[in-house]
């Protein structure tokens, strides 16, 4: 009888055992998909930011088209500085954004010119800036971008 109930005992074990196994990968499966979507989700969201970023610059290029950017020029005039203010602001926001790895690099790196062109155009005004601040840390993460871009991405688009 002793025999039977060990027996039972060890059956029930393995059959636990069988379970879990049958948990786990059900689990990790479930994990992966979780990831897939994740990423999904993350190069749609990047391409989504990627495109509002590319109708803001139009809007505020179409703004500033035929203007002195001359740091001198530009805090002049109210409007320009107002508007040029906001557009350096969204785009050092979107290279924190970067830097924490909300977005998807890959696909920012493929945007890497135009994101580079849109710090050089501004670069002369943010030095400026930055001077009459008395803060070196005045887009800097927008900066730091602009050199990872180059860097990883854009080395072989130069040459």
Do not use: P, W
């Not at 009888?1 to 069988?18: R, S």
């Not at 409007?79 to 602001?89: C, G, R, W």
Request: glycine content about 2%; overall charge neutral; proline content about 0%.
């Amino acid at each position: 009888m002793l025999d039977i109930i060990l027996i039972i005992t060890n059956v029930f074990t393995i059959v636990g055992i069988l379970f879990i196994i049958i948990q786990i990968r059900q689990t990790r499966e479930s994990l992966n998909q979780t990831c897939k979507s994740l990423e999904k989700e993350t190069k749609r969201i990047t391409i989504d930011l990627l495109n509002e970023l590319s109708q803001y610059s139009n809007e505020i290029l179409k703004k500033i088209d035929g203007k002195s950017l001359s740091y001198a020029a530009i805090r002049a005039n109210a409007e320009l500085n107002h508007d040029v203010t906001m557009y350096l602001n969204r785009f050092e926001r979107f290279s924190i954004g970067v830097e924490e790895d909300v977005y998807d690099y890959n696909i920012i790196c493929q945007a890497g010119l135009r994101i580079a062109n849109k710090y050089e155009r501004f670069q002369n005004y943010i030095q400026e800036v930055r001077k009459e601040k008395k803060n070196t840390m005045l887009y800097r993460t927008f900066e730091n971008l602009v050199q990872k871009l180059d860097s990883d991405c854009l080395t072989d688009e130069k040459n």
